[in-house]
C-alpha cells in the first residue's frame, strides 16, 4: 500500500511546493517600477542528496569572506518613518499667542506633535524565537532575477507568510554595497541564500528558481481565477502592483490548488515543475514539506514587502531596509 501511494505523495509535494513559490510572486519587486505601498528547526529528516542540487555552489573562499563580512559589518540603515513606540519626552512647548493661517497652524501642529513624541522602535531580534520552516523563493524572467521572497512556515499554529524583499534593496558585502539582484549575478543562490538568511536570523534551508513562464503554464491548466468579481491573470501575477487584495488571491489560489479535482492534473504539474523550477529541496525535503503544506490555514497565508528606505551615499542612491525589519518581520508576519 505504502509503495503504490508513493508516487502519489511526491507528486503531490512537487505539486504544492510548485504553487507555493509560484503564487507568491505577487508583487513588481524588481525596483524599477515600483507602486510603492505600504528555521531553526529543520523539519527534514535527512540532508537533500547532492545530485538534486542544480546550482553549483561557489568555491570555499568566494563563500566564507562575503559571511565574514557581513557579520563584522552590521547592515546600517534608517527608516525614521516606520513608527510603534511612543515615547514622552520633556521637551515644554511654548504657547504661541498670535493668530496664524490655517495652513501655519498645520505647520505648528505638526511641530508640537513631533515635540510631544519621540518614535523609536526596540530591536528584540524576535526572528530568534520563531521556529519555523523557510524557503527562499526567487523568481526570474529570461534568466533575469525579477522577484525574491521567503516563504516561512509556522507549522505549531499553520500561519504562513510570503517575505518579498526588492532586488533593489541593497547589503554591504566585503566592504562593497551592493543589491540583492547584484549579489545574485556574482556569487549565485548558495550566497545569497546564506546572507538572507544571516540577515533575517533564521535558518533557510532550501531555495527555488522559479521561471515565470510556469506561470503562464499553471493558469492554463487551473482556469480562471476570480476575487471579488475580477478575473485574475495568473501569468500577470509577476508583475502585479501591490494591493489589498494580495492576501485573498493567494488564499484561493492555495485553495483552487489543493481541491481533489487538481489530483487528475498532477502529472502535468509535475511536468510543469520539472521545466521550470531549480530547487536543493530533495524528494525527503518535498515529502516533509508537503506533510506541513496540507495541514496549513489558507486563511492565514499573508505578505509583506519590505521596501526600505532610500538613501543617497556617494551620489548614488541605495534602499536599505531597516534592521529592526530585518530581525523581527518572520516573527510578526507569522505568531
Given amino acids: 500500500m505504502y509503495r503504490k501511494g508513493a508516487p502519489l505523495i511526491i507528486a503531490m509535494a512537487l505539486t504544492l511546493v510548485l504553487i507555493t513559490s509560484l503564487t507568491f510572486m505577487l508583487t513588481n519587486a524588481n525596483g524599477t517600477n515600483f507602486n510603492q505601498q505600504n528555521l531553526q528547526d529543520n523539519i527534514v529528516s535527512e540532508a537533500p542528496e ?102 516561512s512556515i509556522n507549522k505549531d499554529n499553520k500561519k504562513s507568510a510570503g517575505i518579498f524583499l526588492p532586488t533593489r534593496t541593497s547589503l554591504k558585502v566585503n566592504g562593497e554595497l551592493l543589491t540583492l539582484k547584484e549579489i545574485y549575478q556574482k556569487h549565485g543562490v548558495l550566497n545569497l541564500k546564506k546572507i538572507i538568511s544571516q540577515c533575517l536570523e533564521v535558518d533557510i534551508p532550501y531555495h527555488m528558481i522559479a521561471d515565470k513562464q510556469g506561470l503562464v503554464e499553471l493558469s492554463e491548466l487551473i482556469g480562471p481565477l476570480y476575487v471579488e468579481n475580477e478575473n485574475i491573470n495568473i501569468p500577470n501575477l509577476f508583475v502585479r502592483p501591490v494591493s489589498d487584495k494580495d492576501d485573498e488571491i493567494l488564499q484561493s489560489l492555495a485553495e483552487k490548488i489543493v481541491q481533489p479535482k487538481m489530483l487528475l492534473q498532477v502529472p502535468k504539474l ?49 534602499w536599505l531596509i531597516d534592521p529592526y525589519d530585518w530581525h523581527n518581520v518572520i516573527y510578526e508576519m507569522t505568531q
Fill in 50 to 151: 547532492e545530485e538534486d542540487i542544480k546550482i553549483s555552489p561557489q568555491p570555499p573562499q568566494t563563500v566564507e569572506p562575503i559571511i565574514e563580512e557581513i557579520q563584522k559589518e552590521p547592515i546600517e540603515s534608517i527608516n525614521p518613518q516606520q513608527k510603534l513606540v511612543i515615547e514622552e519626552t520633556n521637551e515644554e512647548i511654548k504657547d504661541e499667542p498670535i493668530v496664524k493661517s490655517g495652513e501655519e497652524n498645520k505647520e505648528i501642529a505638526v511641530k508640537e506633535a513631533d515635540k510631544k513624541a519621540q518614535v523609536i522602535r526596540e530591536d528584540k531580534f524576535l526572528n530568534k524565537e520563531t521556529k519555523n520552516t523557510n524557503i527562499l523563493c526567487l523568481g526570474v524572467a529570461d534568466k533575469a532575477l525579477e522577484m525574491i521572497s521567503i516563504y
Fill in 270 to 318: 509535475i511536468k510543469i515543475f520539472i521545466a521550470n523550477v531549480e530547487s536543493d529541496i530533495g524528494v525527503t525535503g518535498l515529502w516533509d514539506l508537503y506533510s506541513v503544506f496540507k495541514n496549513l490555514n489558507h486563511s492565514e497565508l499573508s505578505k509583506i514587502v519590505l521596501w526600505g528606505e532610500k538613501m543617497n551615499l556617494t551620489s548614488q542612491e541605495y
